[in-house]
C-alpha cells in the first residue's frame, strides 16, 4: 500500500483495517473475522427534547454494541458536534479490542449524540441525556451494557444516566454505568486512571529499551482528563513537560513546564494552556495545536482528539516514542510515516487501557458493595496494566509485528478463541 493511499481511509475504514488485518495474519477460518469486523448491533435514535425557551427540538444519536462475545458492552457516550455513527462504530471497534488486550471479561461498545454540549444549558443537556437514555434502556443494564463518559460527557451526565435507567427498572442501579460520582458508588482513582496509564505504558516501553522517564523531555497534545493527569505523573516520575497544546495553541519551555501554576490558572478560569502565562506561545488557536509534535523532545503523547497527527505532522515529530492517549491519534498514514523513521508507537488500545480498567474495577466495587481506597485501585489498575503490557510486548517480539498490528491481533485473537468456544447460534 502507498502511503497516498493511506490518506483516503476514513476512522471507520481504517478501525475496520487493522480488524481485518489481524484477521488475515490469524489465518481466521470460516469468515470469523466478518462476524468480528461487524458491530452485533447499532442503534440509530431520535432524541426530541424541549430547549430551555419551551420550543421543541430534536438531535440525533447512536448506541453501538461491536462485540459482546467475552462479557457486557462497555464504552463511553460522546458529545460532540462533529460525532456520526461511522466515528461511533470505529470507536467502538477500538472498545472491543481494547478490553480484549487488556484481559478484562467485557466487550466492546460506544455511543454519542450529534451536538456541542458548549452550546446548551445544562437543563437542556440533562434533558437531551434522559432522552437518549430511555431511548436505548432497554439494550443497557450491568449484565448488558455499561456506559462510561468521553469527550463532552463527564460525572453528572453519567448521574443522570444512572437515575434514567434506575428509575425505568424500579431501583437503583449504580452498576449500570462507570465514571458516576463518588457519592454514587464512582470509583476513586477513576479521573487519573487513563494519565497513569499513558504514563505507565512509557514506562514500561523504556523499561525495555534499558531507560527510565527520568529526564525525559515529553510533549502533550491535550490539557483535558487524560493529558492533563498524563503531564502531572509523568512529572512526578521525573520527566520534563516541555510542551503543551490544546484548543488555544501550544506552549514550550525546555527546562519543563511549570505544571502547578497552570493548574492555578485553570483554577482560576483560564480556558487554554497557551493563555496561562507559562512558558513561550509557539502557536495560537487550535490550528496551533499540531505544533507541539514538531517540538524537540523524546516522547510525544497525543492525549485530545482522534486524527490528529496526520502525514505532515508525522514527518515532524523528532521523538523517538509516541504514546496514543487519545483514541486513534493517528491516522493509517502517520502510523505509515513513523514506522518509516523508526519512531516506536504504542497504540492506542493498551496505550490508555488504564482508564476502562478503572470503570472495570469500579463495576466490580458494584458488584460486591465494596468501596476500595484511592491508593489500593491505583495499584490494582497499574497490576493490569503491566500484566496486559508483558503480553502484548511478548506476541510483538515472538511474531516480529510492529506494536499496532501485534495488538490489534493479540485483541481479535481473544475474540476469536471466545467465539470458537461458544460456537454458533443457532
Ligand atoms: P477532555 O475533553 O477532558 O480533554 C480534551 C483536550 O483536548 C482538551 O485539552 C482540549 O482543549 C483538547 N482539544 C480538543 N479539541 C482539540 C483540537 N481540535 N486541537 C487541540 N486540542 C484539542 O477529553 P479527555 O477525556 O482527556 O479525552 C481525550 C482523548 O482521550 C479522547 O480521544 C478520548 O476518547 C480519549 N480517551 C479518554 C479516556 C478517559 O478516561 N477520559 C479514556 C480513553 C481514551
Not at 235 to 253: E, K
Not at 357 to 386: G, K, P
Not at 394 to 401: H, K, N, R, T
Request: a negative charge.
Amino acid at each position: 500500500m502507498t502511503t497516498a493511499s493511506y490518506q483516503t481511509y476514513s476512522a471507520l475504514e481504517a478501525a475496520e483495517l487493522r480488524v481485518r488485518e489481524a484477521g488475515e495474519w490469524l489465518k481466521l477460518e470460516d469468515g470469523l473475522i466478518e462476524t468480528i469486523v461487524r458491530p452485533r448491533r447499532i442503534i440509530e435514535v431520535a432524541i426530541p427534547f424541549r430547549r430551555d425557551d419551551g420550543s421543541r427540538d430534536q438531535l440525533i444519536g447512536w448506541r453501538v454494541h461491536h462485540n459482546t462475545t467475552r462479557g457486557p458492552a462497555k464504552g463511553g457516550i460522546r458529545y460532540h458536534h462533529e460525532v456520526n455513527r461511522d466515528e461511533v462504530v470505529a470507536l467502538a471497534i477500538g472498545r472491543s479490542l481494547k478490553t480484549a488486550i487488556a484481559n478484562l471479561p467485557l466487550g466492546g461498545a460506544k455511543g454519542g449524540i450529534c451536538f456541542d454540549p458548549k452550546k446548551y444549558s445544562q437543563s437542556e443537556i440533562e434533558r437531551i441525556t434522559r432522552r437518549y437514555v430511555s431511548e436505548i434502556s432497554s439494550f443497557l443494564g450491568p449484565d448488558k451494557d455499561v456506559p462510561a463518559p468521553d469527550v463532552g460527557t463527564n460525572a453528572q451526565v453519567m448521574a443522570w444516566v444512572m437515575d434514567q435507567y434506575s428509575t425505568g427498572v424500579g431501583h437503583a442501579t449504580p452498576g449500570v454505568v462507570t465514571g458516576k460520582p463518588i457519592e454514587l458508588g464512582g470509583s476513586l482513582g477513576r479521573e487519573s486512571a487513563t494519565g497513569r496509564g499513558v504514563v505507565e505504558a512509557a514506562a514500561l516501553m523504556l523499561a525495555k529499551q534499558g531507560t527510565t522517564l527520568q529526564g525525559k523531555r515529553i510533549a502533550i497534545q491535550g490539557y483535558g482528563q487524560v493529558g492533563s493527569w498524563a503531564a502531572r505523573l509523568a512529572a512526578a516520575r521525573g520527566a520534563l513537560i516541555v510542551g503543551l497544546s490544546d484548543v488555544g495553541g501550544t506552549i514550550y519551555d525546555d527546562k519543563g513546564l511549570d505544571l502547578a501554576r497552570i493548574d492555578q490558572a485553570f483554577r482560576d478560569g483560564v480556558r487554554s494552556v497557551a493563555d496561562c502565562g507559562v512558558g513561550e506561545v509557539v502557536a495560537a488557536g487550535d490550528k496551533g495545536s499540531a505544533a507541539v509534535f514538531g517540538l524537540p523532545c523524546d516522547i510525544v503523547m497525543p492525549c485530545a482528539l482522534g486524527d490528529a497527527v496526520g502525514e505532515a505532522e508525522a514527518q515532524s515529530i523528532t521523538a523517538k516514542l509516541v504514546v496514543e492517549g487519545a483514541n486513534g491519534p493517528l491516522t493509517p498514514g502517520a502510523d505509515h510515516v513513523l514506522a518509516e523513521r523508526g519512531v516506536v508507537v504504542i497504540p492506542d488500545v493498551y496505550a490508555n487501557a488504564g482508564g476502562v480498567t478503572c470503570s472495570y474495577l469500579e463495576q466490580c466495587q458494584n458488584f460486591a458493595h465494596l468501596t476500595w481506597d484511592e491508593d489500593e485501585v491505583n495499584a490494582r489498575v497499574i497490576d493490569l496494566m503491566r500484566a496486559a503490557f508483558e503480553k502484548f510486548y511478548a506476541f510483538a517480539q515472538e511474531s516480529g509485528l510492529p506494536y499496532r498490528l501485534a495488538a490489534s491481533v493479540l485483541g481479535v485473537k481473544t475474540i476469536a478463541d471466545a467465539h470458537r468456544m461458544r460456537g454458533l447460534h443457532p
